[in-house]
């Protein structure tokens, strides 16, 4: 891959998680309700950080990583950190599995597959020979 290609690519993913990152500040309340309940439904009851504030860390990971990412700092690191970020961040908000009505399944597992996909081109950046 030539040097171009790969700071395109690199700086392709960043607006996924500056977008991603501003719309869950917008909705702290809710992205942090829907954190709450999730650590509930697996035994995760007396955590010493809220969800909203668990949710905020998360945001801000994800554009400081995001940015390192485009930018080529440490981008094997900034791409396993945006891995370990997008985990829970697709478990969470995207549980096709527990949405009640077809519409609301689909669209959810489209947006799983999509953060499944952007998680395997993460992998692949933070496992290359990284000469760019």
């Known amino acids: 891959m030539s040097k171009a290609g790969s700071v ?3 700086a392709a993913v960043m607006p996924l998680f500056i977008i991603g ?3 869950a ?12 309940s999730a650590a509930k439904k697996v035994g995760l ?7 909203k504030h668990m949710a905020t860390i998360n945001a801000y990971a994800q554009m400081g990583l995001g940015s390192a990412l485009a930018l080529g ?9 945006l891995v370990g970020s997008l985990i829970p ?14 519409e609301d399944k689909g669209q959810q597992q489209l947006q799983f597959v999509k953060n499944l996909a952007v998680i395997g081109g993460l992998l692949y950046l933070a496992t290359r020979d990284n000469k760019h």
Not at 25 to 30: M, R, T, V
Not at 73 to 81: D, V
Request: aromatic fraction near 6%; avoid cysteine; charged fraction near 15%.
């Open 8 to 10: 395109l690519g690199r």
């Open 25 to 36: 500040l917008k909705n702290i309340e809710g992205v942090g309700g829907m954190a709450d």
């Open 89 to 102: 961040t697709t478990l969470v908000g995207h549980a096709f599995w527990d949405q009640e009505t077809e």
């Open 21 to 23: 990152a501003q719309n």
């Open 45 to 51: 009851n007396n955590l010493p950080v809220e969800g």
């Open 73 to 81: 700092i440490f981008p094997q690191l900034s791409a396993l950190g």
